[in-house]
């Protein structure tokens, strides 16, 4: 019976049996000796981790050693074992926040001089950091990485509704360019990368296409 390992369960600081699994793994990829920290997510797991994802093809914040979906999927197929959902999918229902249990704090279409379109272009949901953020309907991620100026840390999600719904200021990103997501699925944190005055998730609306500054409507999906 092949063995499941959980997304979530496997970062940086994490001590679960999916970390045992992932180094296993990686001690047969790319060389780790697993036993300065056997089930630990520590320093060299990362960074043997990193090898991974550059042995993929990855490169710059796509190789950080922090586990994405794909690259992790590739290597449970090679080394066998499966990666399961993360339980963090509502049951068929609408996702009600792109931030869990977080409403709008600021929302979109105030007037303010201060943004060069004159108005807020997003709604923001002020949370903590690191507060996970969701899929707000089933896509496949189109970007994901920490050049959005302004925006920082960003992933935008090409939703099965013909949208892209841009995430912004995150403090990470934990979901990989070309990946498929579902509703509910957790895809990055909180956080105030960017040009920012606190921690808050600012979340935009946009038509499918390359990214046009303030070409967005009020968030819905
Ligand atoms: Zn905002």
Redo the contacts with the bound molecule.
Sequence with gaps: MSKTVLLSQVKPGAHNDSVLVVQKALAAAVGLDSSSGPGVFGRLTQDAYARWQRHLGFSGAQADGIPGEVSLKKLGDRFGFKVGPDGHQPPGGRVVSPVPKHHVT?PFGVKNPRYKAGY?????YAAPDETPVVAVRNGTVRWSNDNGGAYGRWIGLQADNGRVYVY?HLSHRGADVGQSVKAGQRIGKVGRTGDVTGP?L?FEDHPAGPFVYAQCRKPSW
């Design positions: 600021y807020h272009t997003g709604d923001d912004c808050h600012h």
